[in-house]
């Protein structure tokens, strides 16, 4: 909540700890409560659960605080006449028990591309509208290495639910499959929506690409190199977006060994193969002609540093690109996880307004 989690550990701990807050607030009551009955230690205990209250209390502060202008500054960049049909409040302290999901669909798995020996599949959430509607194609995170299209569904339900569809792909991981191969995967599922895009009811003048920490980098990377005019924008959380900087810096090989990580993706390290750090590097590729983008991170993110997300913000600006950065000061990596806890309300929020302000 006030640092980076120190071990992978630790680092769970903290994505249940800011992203369940009540659990741990109402707990810590409780025990609050039966300290009255004690007969030891009363004000020790009394003491301690009171400061417990107040950092488990923290991430729910934090979320009203950033929520209050958010709703103004996102209309700004990115303005949208289609508000009837959404969150109406950046964060909401009840919505964090009965939900921001109105119900869970059941996706259907489809085949977009094979091989000899592999196939990769999508996970289709269909808007169950007649009308053909904007597709939001969601890229899974997992350190290229794993992870599949059924992480973290709650979010392509909640897009469903509001009028989208919503594909979630596999792609090709790592060490196996080396980079470009999942950028080639996303251009091959694009193809396949756009090529079935009659049966699904699919607007391909529409696309969203969404990615989550590696598939953030994916996402990106497809984004600004496909120069595809269909793609109205992308969505990247807590991804790592640039390779080089981040192959010089170290991490905490006790969160996650980076080192190991990319040179599982690119093939080595970065002074034996620079030129895969570079082409894998999606501030390398931010011009003018670049897609309105949305940047969502963790301040205290222990596995991909807070400061990637910051250089992407600067060369958009730099480069005059419509872009809008949602930092969250108590979130870490994962920090969509429940979505609806304080980051995930959060990040709902930012995310449906921005496709509706990028659809067209």
């Known amino acids: 909540m006030l640092f980076r989690a120190p071990t992978n550990f630790f680092w769970r701990v903290a994505v249940a700890v800011t992203e ?3 659990i741990f607030i109402f707990s810590t009551l409780l025990l609050l409560v039966s300290c009255f009955w004690a007969d030891k230690y009363k004000m020790l205990a009394l003491v301690i659960g009171g400061i417990a209250m ?16 958010l709703s103004a500054s996102l209309s700004t960049i990115f303005p949208s006449s289609e508000k009837s049909n959404q969150l109406k409040n950046p964060f909401s302290f009840f919505k964090m028990f009965s939900g921001i999901v109105p119900e869970n669909i059941n996706p259907e798995k489809l085949i977009y591309k094979q091989f000899s020996r592999k196939e990769l ?3 289709f959430y269909s808007s169950n509208e007649k009308k053909k509607k904007p597709c939001v194609i969601v890229i899974h995170g997992g350190s290229w290495s794993e992870g599949d299209r059924k992480q973290l569904p709650d979010l392509n339900s909640y897009l469903a639910s509001k009028g989208y569809c919503v594909a979630a792909l596999d792609y ?6 080396k980079s470009p191969a999942p950028v080639e995967d996303t251009k091959d599922a694009i193809h396949y929506l756009t090529e079935n895009s009659e049966k699904l009811n699919i607007d391909t003048n529409n ?3 969404l990615g989550r920490s590696a598939g953030g980098q994916i996402a990106l990377v497809a984004a600004y190199t496909f120069h595809d005019a269909r793609i109205k924008g992308v969505i990247s959380f807590y991804a790592p977006a640039d390779m080089v900087w981040g192959a010089k810096i170290k991490g905490n090989p ?17 002074s034996q193969v620079p030129e895969k750090y570079h082409e894998s590097s999606s501030c390398d590729y931010v011009n003018a002609n670049s897609p309105p983008t949305l940047l969502i991170h963790g301040e205290i993110d222990a596995m991909v540093a807070f400061h990637h997300s910051e250089l992407l913000k600067a060369k958009l600006d730099e480069n005059h690109v419509k872009n809008y950065f949602l930092n969250l000061p108590a979130a870490t990596h994962g920090c969509d996880y429940n979505i609806s806890g304080p980051s995930g309300q959060l990040s709902t929020f930012a995310v449906e307004r921005f496709i509706a302000g990028v659809v067209r």
């Open 20 to 22: 369940f807050p009540w």
């Open 54 to 69: 107040i950092l488990f209390s923290w991430p729910i502060l934090k979320a009203f605080q950033r929520g209050a202008n």
């Open 121 to 123: 599949a999508l996970d």
């Open 172 to 177: 090709r991981l790592a060490p196996e499959f």
């Open 207 to 209: 696309f969203i690409l």
């Open 254 to 270: 006790l969160v996650l060994n980076t080192e190991k990580v990319f040179a599982d993706y690119l093939g080595g390290n970065f």
